[in-house]
């Protein structure tokens, strides 16, 4: 479904932000991606839907190069769903106008028949009660599950969340990522940068672990947090998981 | 105290020449005076708007043969004085074979001085709506010129609003420049008063500057009612992504304090 050939990416002081990634994700595959902060995983998930350039290497998406000039870039990317850590709703529009916009404009749906739709979205992340609420008047849990009820709008193959709950309260994290555990049952191809142990560990199929814009180590759950093979990787989890991590297993 | 009782009554007096100030010789001759000011400053207004947003936009553009361009109208317009433009459009068109009326030159020169000004405003507004606004507005499909219309342009004029409301306030005073060619508006029209009246002169540059004074303040009176209704956006929920301290303003004292502290 996505696949990363020899992808590298330079800032304009020439730090490379991406080394050379190579990476495979399958249809209806849970990737989770994390490191420590600056590692570059927001950047690789970007690239995905071509909001970061790259310098080198190809990245193809559904059979698509994202590098080739003939590919249709805004058709793919409505098939590819964006979830950000700020929400970024539209705070001039309300929680249902800002579902309907995009298949209205994009796929020229009909107001009516969007309306429906983005109703029945908001039912199944469960507001269906502030639809015509403009998204200050939301709480950050509310306002991050209509952002994931947009962008499911557009009917993605894929779908991209970048540390989704990291601006959230404890007790609001749980609501977005029971959507998001939802989501990934129905079979979505889905890649998730987070640090909720819990969800990698339930959800993902498999880890990537980042650092220093390098891919690590891949692997699945219990391989990276309780049996994590390069140093770098123990370090980054004995730290998130306040445990020294080869004395204690943990539950994946 | 005599001296204000008499300034009291000639101002009175210049009460009679109202229709002078407010339209010029208008029902028989041109029309002229204050009403001449606010309807240049609202044309050239309306038609620097639409070439600010074009240079405003370019302006943030990546793509160097679009910004270079933008920028150097700009900077050479905003580094230049209002009547320099006048006389450039005045002197200069008719040489280079443009035969304008003299109204239209100073309706062009100041559209060219507003649009200036106004650019950057449109730009200042665009950059204010948060990045991930336009990211969101992509990555749901959206084209950049549908993300544009829908979503950030919306958002940047409501936000650019009070600075319009005043460089409009400080553009109408600036068109009283125009009297310089020979244009009736209302410092022209004051002139041609006082040289009718030469020993109430005083009471005549009063009683324009009062007349300037109540639309001003009116008009900033109502763009502050404006201002208030249009708070609805919230941007409390976008966190900056950087935190740093000292980027947030403080108070002055307490900033004070603070140098202090750090110069020990």
């Given at each position: 479904m996505i696949k990363f050939a020899g992808v590298s990416k330079y800032f304009?002081?020439?730090?490379?932000?991406?080394?050379d990634i190579s990476l495979d994700i399958n249809a209806g595959e849970v990737v989770v991606v994390c490191g420590?902060?600056?590692?570059?995983k927001s950047t690789l998930l970007k690239t995905i839907n071509k909001l970061e350039h790259i310098d080198s290497g190809e990245i193809i998406v559904d059979g698509f190069?994202?590098?080739?000039?003939?590919?249709n870039l805004t058709m793919l990317r409505a098939e590819i769903g964006m979830v950000f850590q700020h929400f970024?709703?539209?705070?001039?529009?309300?929680a249902i106008q800002n579902i309907m916009l995009a298949p209205m404009k994009v796929?020229?749906?009909?107001k009516k028949e969007a309306r429906e739709k983005a109703m029945s979205l908001l039912g199944r992340v469960g507001?269906?009660?502030?639809?015509?609420?403009?998204?200050?008047?939301?709480?950050g849990g509310e306002q991050q599950r209509v952002a994931i009820a947009r962008s499911l709008a557009m009917e993605p193959k894929i779908m991209l969340f970048?540390?989704?709950?990291?601006?959230?309260?404890p007790e609001l994290t749980s609501e977005v990522l029971d959507v998001m555990v939802s989501l990934a049952q129905s079979g979505m191809t889905m890649v998730v940068v987070t640090h909720e142990i819990g969800f990698a560990c339930n959800v993902a199929d498999r880890i990537v672990f980042m650092d220093n814009g390098e891919i690590v180590e891949t692997g699945t759950p219990p391989d990276i947090?309780?049996?994590?093979?390069q140093e770098r990787t123990r370090e980054f989890m004995s730290r998130i998981l306040h445990i020294?991590?080869?004395?204690t297993p943990v539950e994946g | 105290m005599d001296g204000f009782i008499e300034l009291g009554r000639f101002l009175f007096e210049q009460l009679l020449n109202w229709k002078f100030y407010i339209v010029?010789?208008?029902?028989?001759?041109p029309l002229g005076g204050l009403a001449l000011n606010i309807i240049l400053a609202v044309i050239t207004i309306f038609i620097g708007f639409f070439i600010a947003v074009l240079f405003g936009l370019g302006r943030t553009s990546a793509r160097k043969y679009i910004h270079y361009p933008c920028s150097a109208y700009i900077d050479t317009v905003r580094s230049t004085p209002l009547l320099m433009i006048l006389f450039w459009f005045y002197f200069l068109l008719p040489v280079a074979g443009f035969r304008l009326p003299v109204l239209w030159s100073a309706v062009v020169a100041l559209s060219v001085y507003a649009s200036a000004y106004m650019a950057e405003i449109v730009r200042a507004g665009f950059l204010a709506v948060p990045k991930g606004q336009m990211e969101a507005a992509l990555s749901s499909g959206m084209s950049r010129l549908q993300a544009l219309m829908n979503i950030i342009l919306p958002q940047a004029f409501r936000m650019m609003i009070p600075s319009f409301v005043s460089f409009f306030n400080s553009h109408f005073k600036n068109t009283?420049?125009?009297?310089?060619?020979?244009?009736?508006e209302l410092i022209n029209s004051g002139i041609i008063i006082s040289q009718r009246q030469p020993n109430r002169i005083f009471a005549v540059y009063i009683f324009m500057g009062l007349l300037f004074w109540i639309v001003c303040y009116t008009l900033s009176y109502f763009s502050r009612k404006l201002e208030k209704k249009l708070?609805?956006?919230?941007?409390?929920?976008?966190?900056?992504e950087i935190y740093r301290e000292d980027l947030v303003l403080v108070p002055l004292p307490k900033a004070v304090k603070r140098l202090m502290v750090t110069q020990k």
């Open positions: 304009n002081n020439g730090a490379r932000v991406l080394k420590p902060s600056g590692a570059g190069s994202l590098q080739d000039s003939k590919t970024n709703l539209y705070p001039h529009k309300t796929k020229k749906l009909g507001l269906s009660n502030k639809c015509d609420v403009f998204p200050s008047q939301l709480s970048d540390e989704p709950t990291s601006s959230l309260d947090f309780v049996n994590p093979q020294p991590i080869n004395n | 010029g010789a208008y029902p028989k001759g009283s420049v125009v009297y310089i060619v020979g244009i009736v708070g609805i956006l919230d941007y409390e929920s976008y966190k900056p």
